[in-house]
């Protein structure tokens, strides 16, 4: 078969042939089908699929691998390398430009940010 396009009268036609129905009445056979099951689904017990005490064996076998890593100098999760930062909107350097619209100047830089930036040389208004 070559990659031309074929129309949709075409296209039905080969699935009537194929399935006994058109696309349409295909179409409106899925969405029966799956109110169907949905309704179904809505009346039938259900269960967990993991069993409570296989959660709590695998919390366990987690802490105590944690246990034993840290017991030989390894640390699970180190501490982040992280400052507290000064967002433009509570910088004493921020001002509003009356030529921009919703856009503020840094006065330590010169440059247009909005209020959620933040940069490495921000200071807190309050202070």
């Given at each position: ?16 042939e ?54 030989h ?12 930062v000064?967002?433009c ?6 001002f ?32």
């Amino acid at each position: 078969m070559n990659n031309d396009l074929i129309s949709k009268n075409h296209f039905d036609k080969r699935v009537r042939e194929a399935v006994g129905m058109t696309i349409s009445e295909l179409t409106a056979d899925f969405k029966d089908g799956v109110r169907t099951t949905l309704e179904l689904l809505k009346t039938e017990p259900t269960v967990d699929a993991v069993p409570v005490k296989s959660i709590e064996q695998l919390k366990w076998e987690r802490d105590t691998a944690i246990e034993q890593l840290e017991k030989h100098g390894i640390p699970f999760c180190g501490k982040a390398d992280v400052v507290q930062v000064v967002r433009c909107g509570e910088c004493k350097w921020w001002f509003k430009d009356e030529n921009y619209d919703g856009l503020y100047r840094c006065a330590n830089d010169g440059l247009l940010r909005k209020g959620d930036h933040y940069c490495a040389d921000g200071e807190r208004k309050d202070e």
